[in-house]
């Protein structure tokens, strides 16, 4: 989730987008994963054990990431 998100925000920097645009476009790329999915990996007979665990550690995880991008973006002054 980090290494796509900073991705994305480069990106996002050489097409020249800033400020509100830039903080937003970092939160939505910083989002977890669905709860959606697990509901998905059920009625699809798939691994719900999985998708169960992708859903918690992706929100645990963005959590953490979220912060972090958004503090590196107030402090770079983007």
Same mark, same amino acid.
Not at 1 to 23: E, K, Q
Not at 47 to 62: F, P, Q
């Given at each position: 989730?980090? *290494? #796509?998100?900073?991705?994305?925000? +480069?990106?996002?920097?050489?097409?020249?987008?800033?400020?509100? /645009?830039?903080?937003?476009? +970092?939160?939505? #790329?910083?989002?977890? $994963?669905?709860? *959606? $999915?697990? %509901?998905?990996?059920?009625?699809?007979?798939?691994?719900? /054990?999985?998708?169960? $665990?992708?859903?918690?550690?992706? $929100?645990? +995880?963005?959590?953490?990431t979220?912060?972090?991008?958004l503090?590196? #973006?107030? %402090?770079?002054?983007?």
């Amino acid at each position: 989730m980090g *290494v #796509l998100t900073g991705i994305g925000i +480069a990106l996002y920097r050489w097409m020249g987008v800033s400020g509100d /645009d830039l903080r937003i476009g +970092a939160i939505m #790329l910083g989002c977890p $994963t669905a709860v *959606v $999915t697990y %509901v998905m990996a059920a009625r699809l007979r798939g691994d719900t /054990d999985l998708a169960g $665990t992708i859903v918690i550690v992706s $929100t645990a +995880a963005s959590a953490i990431t979220i912060t972090g991008w958004l503090f590196l #973006l107030r %402090v770079s002054g983007w």
